[in-house]
């Protein structure tokens, strides 16, 4: 009797410690399954948000290499000021995103411009953007930071690019406002899993681009995010005003 009880007791303690080892193992496969399910989805929403930034990058590059075409098409300096406005009014025809194009010469004094916009409506593209962008451009492309339009709310950027006489010197800046609008829909566009979502945000924290409009027009700040935390913490351009 006493040998058949140790060989029950020894026996329910090796099922028990077995049982105790199985429970540690399933948790350690449990929790390396989440981890690695974590490090996927991770990953894959990363190589989402790469994919949407090389858009936006490859976006802006195509404004460059159209309004860079001005210095290559001709001697802006020697051509009169109504072929001056034919010439940036064939860029402005060019790309719908151009939303107003100007041509400023070498002593900074505005001498052409074209515009889609209302005659009543200035947009960002005035003196005073005018006036920071030749300060801070240093005779390189110029890009600015985000602006909202007053009346459509939708994101618009200044886009700044010397002019070059035959020589290769500096003889103006030709600038163009720009709308960018392609990005509500390229969100739109964009899934994130079953429940996810993407949004763009700028220096400040201001929503620029949403699948819901009217919290982007309503000016909501996400700045309270910590990856948009770490985003404005990092270097960069500050954003001037709300979105």
């Known amino acids: 009797m006493r040998l058949r009880s140790l060989a029950v007791t020894l026996t329910m303690a090796f099922l028990g410690q077995s049982a105790i080892i199985m429970i540690i193992i399933s948790v350690i496969n449990i929790h390396n399954v989440f981890v690695n399910n974590e490090k996927l989805v991770f990953e894959q929403q990363q190589n989402i948000a790469i994919d949407a930034a090389n858009q936006v990058e490859k976006f802006i590059s195509e404004k460059v290499v159209i309004l860079s075409s001005v210095s290559h098409v001709t001697n802006m300096s020697a051509i009169d000021n109504s072929t001056q406005k034919q010439v940036i009014g064939k860029v402005l025809a060019l790309d719908s995103a151009f939303r107003q194009i100007a041509l400023i010469d070498k002593n900074n004094n505005e001498v052409g411009r074209v515009s889609r916009l209302a005659s009543s409506t200035s947009g960002q593209l005035n003196v005073d953007n005018i006036k920071e962008a030749l300060n801070e451009m240093n005779d390189e492309i110029y890009i600015s930071r985000v602006y ?53 945000t700028d220096r400040e924290g201001n929503l620029i681009a949403f699948n819901d409009e009217g919290r982007v027009i309503s000016g909501e700040k996400i700045d309270g995010l910590n990856i948009v935390k770490d985003f404005i913490g990092s270097n960069g351009i500050n954003a001037q005003k709300n979105c």
């Open 148 to 200: 909202c339009d007053d009346s459509t709310f939708e994101p618009i950027i200044i886009m700044a690019v010397p002019v070059l006489n035959s020589l290769g010197d500096k003889d103006g800046v030709v600038f163009a406002e720009i709308n960018l609008k392609f990005m509500w829909e390229l969100i739109d566009t964009i899934k994130v899993g079953k429940n996810g979502f993407a949004y763009v």
